[in-house]
């Protein structure tokens, strides 16, 4: 069976292939006394911070970004299911579609576990 390359091991390989192939240029340049050697060293000292910082960045805006999809459904189709509310369309009708399409169903708080907490007398 075939396993799906998440968006995670995307910018995770993205990332490795961007802080390796800087250091190898940074050690050639080094080895053969090129005039920017000394530059690409703190450029590579200066990534080698950066880079990671803003693939985490990445990672964290599409968590942001599927919060509220359903499992399996794309960005892409997010998008055209909101834009097709915001065109007007009736909110409950895509919601019906999206739960026809990805088997979702409805939770009662009661299944989800939440509980009222009633007030006592003492914070009365």
Known sequence: MKKKITFK???????????????VVSIVFACLAKPG?????MASL???VIIPIVLYIFIVL???????????MSLKELRQYNKRIKNGEDPEKVAKEI????GIEEEDDAEEGIEVAEDSEEEK
């Open 9 to 23: 091991q995307v910018v995770a390989a993205v990332g490795l292939l961007l802080l390796v192939g800087m250091y």
């Open 37 to 41: 050697a000394e530059g690409m060293f």
């Open 46 to 48: 200066v990534a080698t």
């Open 62 to 72: 599409d968590k942001i970004a599927r919060k509220n999809a359903p499992e399996g």
């Open 99 to 102: 739960e026809e399409k990805y």
